[in-house]
Each structure stands twice: as C-alpha cells, then as structure tokens.
C-alpha cells in the first residue's frame, strides 16, 4: 500500500499532465507542437517527469514554445519572407536546463523552424563540467537550422573540434557552426554572421574555447560580405 504521501505525489502529478495536455489542446495551429511535445516527454522523459517541479518547469516551458510557434505561424502566414533568429542562450542556468541540457530544445527549434542562430555566452556552461562541452556538441549536431559563429575558436576542444568551418556559406549543412551564411530572400541576398561577447571567458566556462575580439571581427565578416 502507498502511504498518503505517495499517493498525493501521484494525483499531483496526473493533475499537472493533465493541465499540459489541455494547455496543448487549446493550441492547435501550432506546427502540431502539442502532441510532438506531449510524445517526446512522454516516451523520452517519463522518469525525469516524476519529479513535480519539473513537471511544472515543462509545463511552463512548453507554454512559452507554443507561444512563440503560434506567432511565428501568424506572422509568417503574414509575411512568408519574415526570418526567425536566435540570439543564443538557449542553454540558460534553469532546472530545467539543468535536466534536460538543450536536447528538448532543439526539438522543438527544429519544430518551429529557425532561419538562423548564434552562440550566446551560455552555451558555455558546461565547459567545466565532467562532461565537458558535450551538451553543446550534440545540440549543434541535432540542428537542423543554420547556425553561425565569427569569433569562437573552438580548435582547442576535442568534443568540439570539426563542428566549427571557416567558411562563410550560401549552402549550410547541418550539424555545422559556419562563420557566416547567405541566405537569399525575395531576390535579396543577405548575410548573417554571429559574434559571442569576449567577456564569456569570465561569465562562462568555456575552458579551452577562446574568442577573439568581436568589433575586429564584425568588420572582417562585413568586408567578407561586401
């Protein structure tokens, strides 16, 4: 028999399933995110769930991304040339952060359909830790949307290593941070590359990924451009 704990523990936790099942329902012209993201805890993450302050950092999470995907479907209904870009930090210093490590979200960046992302000083994390920048390398490897870096030498790093290109490219493959991308856009091409402050070797911990200076190399990616 489950004392009255347990047993309050689990009807908290099918109350808290069952308010994320709606809050998904109540969505329903968002990229079909509801049941992807209903699946992907689901079949992936039921044992991680159990714990109630996850269930509910999930609940919240999922809220926000089905938020952004509803505006991102608006807008782009509204304007089909509209580019989503993301300015990195993904990897923010949560809980839910901390279970997961970026893997749910580049799920559902994939989902949503990013145009473009870079690397913010928080993708540094976890440099320090046991497993080193690991998380990072297999978010990077995960996806399937461009991103782009101008100032990170990441040369030095083995989990790292050959995930990062010189090259500034109309065709990004994936898996692979480029200096820099063209995209063309209604007959216009435009440019885009991405710069990580410098300070990320103090805030962060990036170990062994340095960063070169980012005004000198914002107008060495322009002059690439033009």
Known sequence: MKNNNEMNNI????ELEMELKKVAQRIE???????AWMDFIDKQYADKLRDLELVKKAQDKMTDLLVLATAVKEERSANPNALLVDAGDVFSGTLYFSEF?????????NYIGYDVMTLGNHEF???ASKE????LADFIKAAEFPIVSSN????NNKLLTGLFSDLISSKPEEGIVYQGMVKEVNGEKIGFFGLTTEETESISSPVDV????YIDTAKKAVAAFE
């Open 132 to 135: 080193g920048h690991k998380a």
């Open 11 to 14: 009807m908290k936790a099918v």
């Open 29 to 35: 012209t968002t990229l079909v995110l509801n049941e």
């Open 125 to 127: 994390d976890l440099g």
């Open 101 to 109: 490590e970026g893997e749910a979200d580049v799920k559902l960046m």
């Open 152 to 155: 990170v030498d990441a040369s």
């Open 210 to 213: 340095k960063f070169k200076n």
